[in-house]
């Protein structure tokens, strides 16, 4: 979305969010837009035309008084047959107006399939530029944002934004059929018709502050629906410590309370629309009855013109009716698009530079920090602050200091998520900066904590990291993450290793993960906390991976397992976001 768009949807009301929905909607589709522009048109000279037919047929099939000539559809339709050397007949009457029948009905067709799929496409287009922008954001523009309302953003408002878009091409739709009929009915008695637009234009007025009410209603809906998808994840995250807690009941009240507050604000919109309906559906019959009777007592009109009267308004009545439901509707959706269009703007504005071309950066002699400092926006103090130190292109650096010492920041810094606000952060003497860092990030890999796994097998997990990596290049480094166990599994590779993971042990992911980081053949690998979860004996497998990797790559390890520092070649000690101690272990450095 333009800026344009993003201060249209960022701020005023429903009319220029309503544009800027619109001509996103366009410029997704130009062409299928123009072709269902294309459909629309049709549909509505073959509505005018069919409409016109009705007084010819009445004439011809002698339920009209023959010497009504006064009627102006009647003349122009006899001149348009003289005009061609035809004579008005029932049975060519019946076969042009079954000929627009047909021309209509196929241009309804094609509007509705090519509509479905417009409406779905725009849909997918928000979904993948948001889901994009998020990929493509800066990592320090995304660790203050709920995970859960990026979810919400992508699922619930994409789907409402497709919603939104549908209307829209309906109202589109009904518009036409509505000008259409309103047209004919002006051709045939222009002062009757005149009274029923000044009706219609009353109502409308009278539905500006439904349409108000409908968008607020959208607005809360949106904000609760984001409240509630949080809800959801935070009980899903932490589910395995709430049931040890025995805290489901409260989880369970927590979630019911805004549920209920979600389903409020859809029964209010509901209440709404049906009492819209009913309110209009009373206004519109007396608004007919009205005109009926000022059709035969004050303008007296012919039979013929009374009975096309009569089938127009019985037509446009509906018409209008769902014209103000669709745009209520459509009023009702338009803050899920503006949250989409946001978001999406807001994201964007945090993307990474470009990446620099060409394959990851290669690591001779290893990685330098000089003075790096690094401080968190709206951050009271600096995360990290005047540290230099070095790790060796082919040796392991240990990482320890108390929680909040800066462990994490570091980590971020080297694997090229954070940029250095201070001081610089070099590879083989290249400034970790800008369009380098995402280059540098095709040479590292990370093993979290708590390794995530997909809902796929040990191979899927595994191509996920190198999607062309063969079953031996798997093996071989299942072999140096001391992963043998696979084979050992009901299928081996095959073997599906449930939800994140759940089917296999800690130190069994822990493992699978560091052979999926190992299959990237970084020149920088970065462990957190690998054995901070394990026992004695996963430790001590952890520990032999170390081992087979020196020489390798560079590996970093935050860790504060004994074992763990005594394998490092060098251990870094952090307290408060500075380098209080570093040093070569078994050399008498400063540890």
Not at 262 to 289: G, K
Request: one cysteine or more; aromatic letters at 4%.
């Amino acid at each position: 979305m333009s800026a344009e768009s993003a201060r249209a949807v960022g701020g005023a009301g429903a009319g220029r969010e309503a544009w800027s929905l619109a001509r996103d909607l366009a410029a997704a589709a130009p062409a299928r837009c123009a072709l269902a522009a294309l459909l629309l048109l049709t549909s509505g000279v073959t509505e005018a035309f069919g409409l016109l037919m009705i007084v010819p047929l009445l004439q011809v099939a002698g339920l009209v008084d023959a010497g009504v000539g006064a009627v102006p559809v009647v003349e122009a339709a006899g001149r348009l047959a003289a005009s061609l050397g035809m004579q008005l007949s029932l049975p060519g009457v019946l076969a042009v107006f079954l000929l627009l029948a047909a021309v209509r009905a196929v241009a309804a067709w094609g509007r509705g399939a090519l509509t479905a799929r417009l409406r779905l496409e725009f849909a997918d287009r928000l979904r993948n530029r948001l889901y994009a922008a998020v990929a493509g954001a800066a990592w320090s523009a995304l660790l203050g944002r709920r995970r859960s309302d990026v979810q919400h953003a992508l699922t619930d408002s994409v789907a409402r934004v497709g919603g939104a878009a549908f209307q829209l091409l309906q109202l589109a739709v009904g518009g036409m059929l509505a000008a259409v009929q309103l047209a004919v009915a002006l051709a045939v008695s222009p002062g009757v018709s005149s009274v029923a637009v000044g009706a219609g234009l009353a109502l409308a007025a009278i539905g500006r502050p439904l349409l108000r009410r409908s968008r607020s209603l959208g607005q809360q809906l949106t904000v609760g629906g984001r409240v509630l998808r949080g809800h959801v994840v935070d009980f899903l995250d932490g589910l395995k410590p709430a049931k040890a807690h025995g805290a489901e009941a409260l989880h369970i009240a927590r979630f019911r309370r805004q549920a209920a507050e979600v389903r409020e604000r859809q029964a209010a919109f509901a209440t709404l629309n049906a009492a819209t309906s009913a309110a209009l559906r009373f206004a519109a019959a007396a608004a007919l009855a009205a005109l009926a009777w000022y059709a035969v007592a004050r303008a007296r009109l012919a039979p013929a013109e009374l009975a096309l009267l009569a089938v127009l308004f019985a037509r446009v009545v509906p018409t209008a009716l769902a014209l103000l439901q669709r745009a209520q509707a459509f009023a009702n959706a338009l803050p899920a698009y503006a949250e989409v269009a946001s978001l999406t703007d807001e994201l964007r504005a945090a993307a990474e530079p470009e990446s620099a071309p060409g394959p990851g950066l290669a690591l001779a002699t290893g990685i330098e920090a000089r003075g790096l400092g690094f401080v968190y926006p709206d951050a009271q103090a600096a995360a990290l602050s005047d540290i230099s130190f070095l790790v060796p292109a082919k040796g392991i650096v240990a990482v320890t200091g108390p929680s909040g010492a800066g462990k994490t920041t570091l980590a971020e810094l080297l694997l090229g998520l954070l940029e250095p606000t201070e001081g610089s952060l070099l590879a083989d003497g290249v400034p970790l900066r800008g369009p380098d860092l995402r280059r540098w990030r095709r040479s590292t890999a990370y093993v979290p904590q708590d390794p995530f796994l997909l809902l796929d097998s040990v191979r899927g997990n595994l191509a996920l990291a190198r999607p062309g990596a063969t079953e031996a290049d798997m093996r071989q480094a299942l072999r140096l993450a001391s992963a043998d166990f696979v084979g050992a599994l009901e299928r081996g590779l095959d073997t599906v290793v449930g939800d994140r993971g759940g089917r296999l042990s800690g130190g069994e992911r822990q493992r699978v993960a560091l052979a999926a980081a190992l299959l990237r053949k970084p020149a920088l690998l970065v462990l957190d906390e690998p054995t901070g979860q394990l026992d004695a004996a996963n430790e001590r497998r952890i520990v032999e991976s170390l081992r087979r990797l020196r020489g390798r790559a560079a590996v970093v390890v935050v860790t504060h397992s004994d074992a763990v520092l005594d394998e490092a070649d060098r251990v870094l000690a952090l307290r408060s976001g500075r380098l209080v101690a570093a040093g070569d272990c078994g050399t008498g450095g400063d540890l």
